[in-house]
């Protein structure tokens, strides 16, 4: 039994208003691609409703594909109308945005199409247009070097004008050597300051609300520590499969795609300790601290404190789907793990023994990514029911989506004349408190790449103090003997191994994923 405790809604809250943006050029590689069909256009969409546009700030796509201007303007009015009537033909909104799409068609690997690139910025500069330039690769991982050796040999990250930056989409390389490289390569062209890699896991607004709720409250931040948390979760689930990106997971797979950047961000924001300020080197040095105090595993470790799984067919929100290896474009005899779930320990001071269990999985019973702090149970059981009893420990979990928001459990006194304490629940939803639409985290990330806030981005450092905890993950698996795949059925919450990564711990466990629990004896 649970109870819900709510304090007294506030007045409807309205977002700050948006701070406009520097003037620039956004040069988008990949313009005709998924990313910025579903991302990228609805996010620059989305500025241009909220204001926060300026005047002389345009968009160059760049492809393969021949496509006229109004070609392309016509490709991109459909993702545009992911906001309220946005993209209609009469909308003015979206005219006034159409007239800032232009497209360059050009092969990103070829070196003469930066010269053609070069010049037509140069005209456009010359006929009124910024000499600001955000260049924003939206292309598979494999094309970003050509894209970056391009830009440099033809001038355009040396800007006399005024100012060059690059975005770079995960993965940023797949491994420790990898990265390194990809490092090198960008480094050598731009300056760390003027690259943005992104993971819009950083941009969502629950993200960054788990700083002001760790740093802004006196009432946490003593508890957040070794001596009164147990043990921490961190999941990322999908409800999906791979969709049309199956040659994209066939290279990557969960481990490389979600936990090297999206889960071990939200680790990192749990178990940072406060910065100095709110800027962008003092965030990401104290995130940088947290990679470098998780020691890497021995074969033996990965073998104990990992789990991997790859779903086979199932039902989904009462739909039956297929398996991983029955999805178009993949093998079928796929050895790629599509579930990643890893026990962590962050060896300092604050977190010492205290283990982060870290989870991911497509085609999981539902969408869900939510941190949860389990607290310890008070030392002596004043109130339990009986002799050998405890009482309910606390947690705290953070909501990143859906249902955005913070819950607290705690126990207090059920009514009647028995000391019977039962657990309850004090909520903050997002929505409630601020009815207005949250901000788009690409819109957010976008946004903040034309200020040249790095805060929310990541750092050469931290990419590879990263892949220092990935690589061996990744090179014991490959030595590993492999799992009988498929090992869990679409729409459940996983192999049931994963349930068995915490069978030493005393009452540690996931949360539950599916719609409709499994049989308990499946779960160690």
Same mark, same amino acid.
């Given at each position: 039994?649970?109870?819900?405790?709510?304090?007294?809604?506030?007045?409807?809250?309205?977002?700050? $208003?948006?701070?406009?943006?520097?003037?620039?050029?956004?040069?988008?590689?990949?313009?005709? %691609?998924?990313?910025?069909?579903?991302?990228?256009?609805?996010?620059?969409?989305?500025?241009?409703?909220?204001?926060?546009?300026?005047? +002389?700030?345009?968009?160059?796509?760049?492809?393969?594909?021949?496509?006229?201007?109004?070609?392309?303007?016509? /490709?991109?009015?459909?993702?545009?109308?992911?906001?309220?009537?946005?993209?209609?033909? %009469?909308?003015?909104? !979206? +005219?006034?945005?159409?007239?800032?799409?232009?497209?360059?068609?050009?092969?990103?690997?070829?070196?003469?199409?930066?010269?053609?690139?070069?010049?037509?910025?140069?005209?456009? /500069?010359?006929?009124?247009?910024?000499?600001?330039?955000?260049?924003?690769?939206?292309?598979?991982?494999?094309?970003?070097?050509?894209?970056?050796?391009?830009?440099?040999?033809?001038?355009?990250?040396?800007?006399?004008?005024? !100012?060059?930056?690059?975005?770079?989409?995960?993965?940023?390389?797949?491994?420790?050597?990898?990265?390194?490289?990809?490092?090198?390569?960008? @480094?050598?062209?731009?300056?760390?300051?003027?690259?943005?890699?992104?993971?819009?896991?950083? #941009?969502?607004?629950?993200?960054? @609300?788990?700083? *002001?709720?760790?740093?802004?409250?006196?009432?946490?931040?003593?508890?957040?520590?070794?001596?009164?948390?147990?043990? *921490?979760?961190?999941?990322?689930?999908?409800?999906?499969?791979?969709?049309? +990106?199956?040659?994209?997971?066939?290279?990557?797979?969960?481990?490389?795609?979600? *936990?090297? @950047?999206?889960?071990?961000?939200?680790?990192?924001?749990?178990?940072?300790?406060?910065?100095?300020?709110?800027?962008?080197?003092?965030? /990401?040095?104290?995130?940088?601290?947290?990679l470098r105090a998780?020691?890497?595993?021995?074969?033996?470790?990965?073998?104990?404190?990992?789990?991997?799984?790859?779903?086979?067919?199932?039902?989904? #929100?009462?739909?039956?789907? $297929?398996?991983?290896?029955?999805?178009?474009?993949?093998?079928?005899?796929?050895?790629?793990?599509?579930?990643?779930?890893?026990?962590?320990?962050?060896?300092?001071?604050? !977190?010492?023994?205290?283990?982060?269990?870290?989870?991911?999985?497509?085609?999981?019973?539902?969408?869900?990514?939510?941190?949860?702090?389990?607290?310890?149970?008070?030392?002596?059981?004043?109130?339990?029911?009986?002799? %050998?009893?405890?009482?309910?420990?606390?947690? *705290?979990?953070?909501?990143?989506?859906?249902?955005?928001?913070?819950?607290?459990?705690?126990?207090?006194?059920?009514? %009647?004349?028995?000391?019977?304490?039962?657990?309850?629940?004090?909520?903050?939803?997002?929505?409630k408190s601020f $009815?207005?639409?949250?901000?788009?985290?690409?819109?957010?990330?976008?946004?903040?790449?034309?200020?040249g806030d790095g805060?929310?981005?990541?750092?050469?450092?931290?990419?590879?103090?990263? !892949?220092?905890?990935?690589?061996?993950?990744?090179?014991?698996?490959?030595?590993?003997?492999?799992?009988?795949?498929?090992?869990?059925?679409?729409?459940?919450?996983?192999?049931?191994?994963?349930?068995?990564?915490?069978?030493?711990?005393?009452?540690?466990?996931?949360?539950?994923?599916?719609?409709?629990?499994?049989?308990?004896?499946?779960?160690?």
């Amino acid at each position: 039994m649970s109870v819900t405790v709510r304090a007294e809604t506030p007045e409807p809250t309205e977002h700050e $208003p948006t701070p406009p943006a520097e003037e620039c050029t956004v040069i988008v590689f990949g313009a005709t %691609g998924d990313l910025t069909r579903r991302k990228l256009m609805p996010a620059l969409y989305s500025l241009q409703c909220f204001g926060a546009l300026s005047s +002389r700030c345009e968009v160059i796509g760049t492809g393969r594909t021949p496509l006229s201007e109004e070609e392309f303007r016509d /490709r991109m009015r459909a993702p545009a109308g992911a906001a309220p009537d946005g993209g209609a033909a %009469g909308d003015p909104q !979206w +005219r006034t945005f159409a007239q800032r799409l232009h497209f360059l068609v050009g092969d990103p690997s070829d070196a003469d199409f930066y010269p053609r690139l070069a010049a037509e910025l140069e005209a456009r /500069r010359q006929a009124g247009g910024s000499p600001n330039h955000l260049f924003y690769v939206a292309t598979p991982a494999s094309l970003a070097r050509p894209i970056i050796e391009g830009l440099g040999a033809a001038g355009l990250s040396r800007n006399r004008r005024g !100012w060059s930056r690059i975005v770079l989409e995960k993965p940023f390389g797949r491994d420790l050597q990898s990265a390194r490289e990809l490092n090198r390569v960008v @480094n050598d062209v731009f300056p760390e300051e003027a690259v943005f890699r992104i993971d819009h896991y950083l #941009g969502k607004e629950t993200v960054q @609300n788990l700083l *002001v709720f760790r740093f802004g409250n006196s009432l946490f931040e003593p508890v957040w520590n070794r001596n009164y948390v147990e043990y *921490v979760e961190i999941t990322a689930a999908e409800d999906l499969g791979v969709e049309h +990106r199956a040659t994209f997971y066939e290279e990557t797979g969960a481990l490389r795609d979600v *936990v090297a @950047n999206h889960l071990l961000q939200l680790l990192t924001l749990t178990a940072m300790e406060p910065p100095a300020a709110f800027d962008a080197d003092s965030v /990401r040095d104290q995130k940088v601290q947290v990679l470098r105090a998780i020691q890497p595993m021995t074969v033996e470790e990965v073998a104990r404190r990992t789990v991997r799984g790859q779903y086979g067919p199932g039902t989904v #929100g009462g739909t039956p789907v $297929p398996g991983y290896r029955e999805e178009h474009g993949v093998s079928k005899s796929s050895l790629v793990e599509t579930f990643a779930a890893i026990e962590l320990h962050v060896d300092n001071w604050r !977190w010492s023994g205290v283990p982060f269990y870290v989870r991911t999985g497509k085609r999981l019973g539902r969408k869900m990514t939510e941190i949860r702090v389990h607290f310890r149970r008070p030392p002596q059981a004043l109130f339990a029911a009986g002799p %050998g009893g405890r009482a309910e420990a606390n947690l *705290v979990a953070l909501r990143i989506q859906p249902r955005e928001g913070i819950t607290i459990t705690f126990v207090a006194k059920q009514p %009647g004349s028995a000391m019977r304490p039962l657990p309850v629940e004090a909520e903050f939803a997002y929505a409630k408190s601020f $009815p207005a639409e949250l901000p788009d985290a690409y819109a957010t990330l976008l946004l903040d790449a034309m200020h040249g806030d790095g805060t929310l981005f990541t750092r050469r450092d931290e990419v590879e103090a990263a !892949w220092r905890i990935i690589t061996p993950i990744g090179e014991a698996w490959a030595r590993l003997p492999p799992p009988s795949f498929p090992n869990y059925a679409a729409g459940s919450d996983g192999p049931a191994e994963a349930w068995r990564l915490m069978r030493d711990r005393d009452h540690h466990a996931w949360c539950t994923i599916e719609s409709k629990p499994r049989a308990e004896s499946l779960r160690p």
